[in-house]
């Protein structure tokens, strides 16, 4: 059959915010080449790239490219999200950056088109576009983890991420394609209509293949046991990079995980997946919470919180409601802000891209540094879940979800991790604020650029943890364009 | 005006002074410990100083006075505008704390609650359901009602006293600024915590309160006792609050929301429905061990007693007064609950149940045993402490399990009337302690004073009026709000409670009269030198012990009995609105005692403490070392060890929890992390490193301009063969195989 395709405006606007991103990264890496004097310039070309593809997000809800792409209100949220730590990483970053003359034009356009591939990633209704999408996401990441190539542990870093990366690449391809060859088809609104009214994941062959993509979807969300890779490379690579590797991958690989389960199963999980997933969370939970405790490096730390929290996230996954999907949504969009506002905060108050980040270094630099040493202790609230943070409301929300769906045990268990983690948030603000400076640390310059940075996150933590209607708003409306039951 | 326009002003008056001695004390000491500022342009380099002076001084206690009696100067910017805000701030919030009292009085005439809604902070919507219909809606909204006027008016008011009291006592110490914006703060939460008109607000202030405790023990932050005490409370409170967090879960569950109003309407209304099965009394437990953490209740109490490391008007305003009620003001808030749990637990037990079935069916019981035996253990352990600030700690500790004694034999008027005039003695008495220890220049050691009744004249008196109200001597506050719970505890069926509270009457009667005596009689038991630096404290801090003292005197004729005053209980008429009328079945008979038993009840009481008083006079009598009670710690040693060292609970719990459950279990776990993951980075690192030389030297030589590409592609390549090389990365792939199949695995035996 002879496949003709027409094209119109349209399919290009709703693909636009991708278009402009990759576009400005090639402005950015060209300029980098023919004109050098014109670095100091290319934050604010990045930035100015990511405004205008914010602006030109303003798609009409609906399928394009004979249906292999679909906007909604869903990824026009995860567009926001995306734009948001870009804009972030870009402002907080610069000053690291620069500080070792690694503000290079390819930085910025790796991080530009990586955002652009996750973009698409999460409109892809094509379950190939999804893949498409999470391989331009993952290479640009591979690259950036070694990004400090004449360091050791970045050079670690960015082969390990790339092998497994490849690794787990190769599974979501395995799971993929068990999918079609059972069920005939990879588009997933098509998907949705063949599993029909009951759910089809009692069969050997789809749950092996559904097995492979959550594992694949599990590897971006660090969970235990796809985590290894996260310490290492949240070591290693660079503190901008990292920023935004943490936060906005992941929240594109749940929402991702949730449409795929959505269309393999629109009746809502049945026995084995409720308690495997929450199983997976469970485990991720406990695991990262615990040996997060025994961390003295911060990034380490951060890796190990980033799987306890992509734990808490899962509880939203396993209890796969529309009301939990909301509450997913929030939690993943305030942990995007307040980890982003960790990671930066990091990068001021150490040493520099090139030596350890380590908790001792923190000692004392309360009074020296009062507003990233603000920002990281409000993100350290934020991330333990106290009010009047985002992530109480996000975590509130989550749980709420679950309870609400019978799982008490699952809530206890979240409840319980994060008791365990006050352990480790806490004693972050407590070298802050309560140690004597230990050795002497040479701090980075701080920019206006990283000054806007910190009232942004700062804002954004406190804001939507005082008066959260708005985002809880646009979750809600986000959340509608995934057809779950209500309740079950 | 209406009491709606006062009630937001109350708390926000408090945060307004925060963020004003906030922000000057990070203004002016913002780059003070930044070695490449500019120096000395506003003395800051000498305040740095005297930090070193101050640590090196006395160890081991608030390390009040650090400049006083030490010589050198300690300037403190701005200190002019922060001893006006902080009282400031705190007084307004007392004044329009009054002025919506009185306005809610007149609209109300005291009958009913007024609330008023600032705005929705967890908006309910059609999707954010609860059990079908019900859906889940939060606002910040704030009430008052007769237990949250009680609350504000001597909260407000104490926490003033206590703003002008550290004007003087702090007046030396170079955070001043950061004392007050932490102080402000936390009249801020504690008041967001009693105007919360739900329990989500409640638990903003609670939390709130929990923060700023947190961070005025560890004020003296370069002391690692300090910080570590401070960490203790916050672990301790974090432990309470996951009680906290399920029982806030489980009031949602079943009512579908925590709006006080419409939760105890509902429950008023329909007992049976909640209770069956023990939803609530599963709700009230949950509460109760969040109540346990704030409160310093046995599992939880042990961080009290530590928190005494901050300064002395912390311990006054925060671990005396207002802070650790919360507990009981939350317990009494929720009556409704606790009381349906009782009659539940009773209907389904019968009147005769054993003990053991009562303790795992009626939340109350729970309430009272906890409390109880708490009291008595606290009062024990009070006997043989000799750090003044350490005895009225455990006196706290004793003296909030009185308060949750009669909470649980559900007299919560009687338990509130304690926590009011509790709030007055010893808040007088922590005040009047930090003004002896002001007076010898931080010394808090009792063997180390003696005589100083002449010398410190307006302490000494303030102190023995609080300790005779505390010892419960007729006449006088604690008199009237202890013995109302010790005759309800023994009217209500709890006898061997009762006793042990009487008891408890008598040790704490001996060992506050131990605190006076060897605090203000005999000889002086410090050196020349000391004795010469003995003086009054100034008047900013002697009013406010005369005026708290005062209160001490007073407080308790709100509440003098009906069997004495021959007309009805002043106190319990004016909380009456909120304990509403259960459904018809659901009220217990009230229980009548004649006359003659309340006497004799009263009596014994009274007794009790006119031997404990005696006791302690005689012992702590004649020349130090002290005769009779060495002779008795001689006779019993390992009894007086147990004592003494607090029943070594500490370090049973440092034993159990800390070394072996957490380092051990954390240890473990690490041990795995570092065998299987930093093993494996270290090997690699080796060889790396090796690369990386090799790899910069080639740099050096072949890749200067336009290879670079070409080299960058040779060095991962060649970088990543080493990495391949190392076994690692196949550890990781090994590792997420294995997690496939055990994925696989789970979804086998699930289905």
Known sequence: MPISIQLTSADFWA???????????????????????????????????????????????????????????????????????????????????????????????????????????????????????????????????????????????????????????????FGIATIYGRMGSTQLAKLAELSGTHSPLLDPLLALGLLAVIAALGFKLSLVPFHSWAPDVYQGMTTPAIAFLSTAPKAAAAIVMVRVLQALAPAGLGEPWTPLLAIL???????????????????????????????????????????????????????????????????????????????????????????????????????????????????????????????????????????????????????????????????????????????????????????????????????????????? | MKAETFLPWIPLFPFIGFLINGLLYLVSHSKMGDKDAPKGSHGHGEGH???????????????????????????????????????????????????????????????????????????????????????????????????????????????????????????????YGRFFAYLNLFMFSMLVLVLGANLGILFVGWEGVGLCSYLLIGYYYQKDFAADAGKKAFVMNRIGDVGFILGLFACTAMFGTIDFTKMFEAAAKDPGTYAAGGAVTAACIALFIGACGKSAQIPLYVWLPDAMAGPTPVSALIHAATMVTAGVYMVARCNVLFRISHEWAVKTLGENASVFAMLTHDASYVVAVVGGVTAFFAATIGLAQTDIKKVLAYSTVSQLGYMFLGCGSLAFGAGMFHVFTHAWFKACLFLGSGSVIHALSGEQEMTRMGGLKNLVPHTYRTMFISTLAIAGVPFLSGFFSKDAILAETFINGHPILWALAVLTAGLTAFYMFRLVKMTFYGEFRGTKEELAHVHESPATMTIPLWILAGGAIVAGYLGIPKF????????????????????????????????????????????????????????????????????????????????????????????????????????????????????????????????????????????????????????????????????????????????????????????
């Open chain 1, 15 to 173: 693909v636009a915010p991708e278009l402009i991103l990759v576009a400005t990264g090639l402005l950015l890496v060209l300029l980098d080449a023919f004109a050098k004097f014109s670095r100091p310039s290319f934050p604010y070309i990045a930035l100015a790239g990511v405004v205008i593809a914010n602006f030109s997000s303003h798609y009409t809800p609906g399928k394009f490219f004979a249906g292999a792409i679909e906007a909604s209100d869903l990824t026009r949220f995860v567009d926001l999200l995306t734009l948001m730590a870009l804009a972030l990483a870009i402002l907080g970053g610069t000053a690291l950056l620069q500080r070792d003359n690694k503000g290079h034009g390819e930085f910025f356009g790796l991080l530009l088109w990586s955002a652009s591939g996750l973009m698409l990633m999460v409109k892809g209704n094509d379950l190939l576009i999804v893949f498409l999408g999470l391989e331009l996401m993952s290479f640009g990441l591979y690259v950036l983890a070694a990004w400090y190539r004449e360091l050791p542990e970045a050079v670690e870093a960015g082969m390990k991420y790339f092998l497994m990366g490849a690794f787990s690449s190769a599974f979501l391809l």
């Open chain 2, 564 to 751: 004495i005053l021959g007309k009805e209980n002043a106190w319990e008429k004016f909380l009456e609105p909120i304990f509403p009328p259960l459904a018809a079945g659901w009220m217990p008979e009230p229980h009548h005692a004649s006359h003659a038993l309340e006497w004799g009840l009263m009596m014994t009481s009274v007794v009790v403490a006119g031997i404990g008083i005696a006791l302690g006079w005689a012992f702590y009598s004649g020349a130090y070392p002290f005769a009779t009670p060495g002779k008795i710690a001689g006779a019993l040693p390992g009894l007086y060890r147990w004592v003494r060292n607090k029943y070594f609970v500490d370090e049973a719990y440092e034993w159990l929890f800390v070394d072996r459950l957490i380092k051990k279990f954390g240890r473990f776990l690490w041990e795995v992390d570092a065998r299987f993951v930093d093993g494996a980075v270290n090997g690699s690192r080796h060889l790396t490193v090796g690369g990386a030389h090799v790899s910069s030297w080639f740099d050096k030589v072949f890749v200067d301009g336009a290879v670079n590409g070409v080299a960058n592609v040779l060095q991962t390549a060649w970088r990543g063969h080493r990495s391949l090389q190392s076994g690692q990365t196949q550890g990781y792939a090994l590792a997420m195989t294995f997690g496939i199949f055990g994925l696989v695995c789970i979804y086998l035996i699930l289905s």
């Open chain 2, 49 to 175: 100083d005297s930090h070193g002076h101050d640590a090196a001084s006395h160890d081991g206690h608030d390390s009040h006075g650090g400049g006083h009696g030490h010589g050198g100067h300690v300037d403190i910017p701005f200190k002019a505008v922060h001893s006006l805000v902080g009282p400031i701030a705190s007084g307004l919030s007392c004044l329009f704390s009054l002025l919506a009292i009185l306005a809610w009085w007149q609209e109300t005439g005291g009958h009913h609650e007024i609330v008023v809604k600032l705005w929705t902070w967890v908006p309910a919507g059609e999707n954010l359901t609860w059990f079908g219909a019900k859906t889940l809606e939060f606002d910040v909204a704030f009430r008052i009602d007769p237990l949250t006027a009680l609350m504000i008016g001597f909260v407000s008011f104490i926490g003033t006293l206590i703003h002008v009291y550290s004007v003087g006592y702090m007046g030396h110490d170079e955070g």
């Open chain 1, 281 to 488: 969370a469970t485990i991720s939970i406990l695991y990262g919470n615990v040996v997060a405790l025994a961390q003295r490096d911060l990034k380490r730390m951060l890796a190990y919180s980033g799987i306890a929290q992509m734990g808490y996230a899962a509880i939203g996954l396993a209890t796969f409601t529309k009301d939990a999907f909301e509450g997913l949504l929030f939690f993943l969009a305030g942990y995007l802000i307040t980890n982003i506002a960790a990671f930066l905060a990091v990068g001021v108050l150490s040493n520099g891209e090139k030596g350890p980040h380590t908790l001792a270094d923190l000692s004392g630099l309360g009074k020296k540094r009062p507003g990233p040493a603000w920002v990281l202790t409000i993100a350290m609230i934020s991330l333990t879940g106290l009010p009047p943070t985002v992530g109480f409301i996000g975590k509130l929300v989550v749980f709420k979800a679950a309870v609400d769906q019978g799982l008490v045990w699952l809530t206890i268990v979240g409840v319980f991790g994060s008791l365990i983690s006050v352990g480790y948030y806490l004693r972050v603000v407590y070298f802050l604020w309560m140690k004597e400076p230990g050795r002497e640390v040479n701090l980075p310059e701080e920019d206006v650029l990283s000054g806007a940075s910190y009232l942004l996150v700062m804002a954004g933590m406190l804001i939507l943890g005082i008066a959260p209607k708005a985002l809880l708003d646009l979750a809600r409306a986000a959340a509608s364009a995934v057809s779950l039951a209500a309740l079950r």
